[in-house]
């Protein structure tokens, strides 16, 4: 076992540096390896680079796919934010469909 004479450590990176007794310094850090393929499930991590050849029609457009699209989305029809409909499934009788519910909530009490 050696003395330490001193330590220090980097302000952003997960570095320290030590110098003991003798004047030998050792450099203290993480050594990692990275993950890529922990982002995505179908991701293929390579030895080295390879060359990659596309389909034929893997980057073509499919015009009848964005036709779908556009005739699904109907921007004619007006949309109505000032209509209020009110949820009868909160209210007691007919005589409180203009008054404010308030519904208590009591906590339960935490069991060991």
């Known amino acids: 076992m050696e003395a330490l004479v001193d330590l220090a450590w980097h302000p952003v990176h997960p570095i320290v540096v030590s110098v003991s007794h003798t004047g030998l310094v050792y450099i203290w850090a993480k050594d990692y390896t990275e993950n890529w393929s922990a982002f995505a499930p179908d991701f293929k991590e390579l030895e080295e ?3 990659y050849v596309e ?3 893997e980057f073509d457009l499919m015009p009848e796919m964005e036709k779908v699209k556009e005739s699904e989305v109907d921007e004619d029809n007006e949309v109505d934010i000032v209509t209020v409909n009110v949820d009868l499934a909160f209210s007691d009788s007919d005589m409180s469909q203009e008054e404010i519910c308030f519904l208590p909530a009591i906590p339960c009490p935490e069991f060991p």
Request: aromatic share 0%; proline share 0%.
């Open 49 to 51: 680079n390879e060359e």
């Open 55 to 57: 389909r034929e029609d």
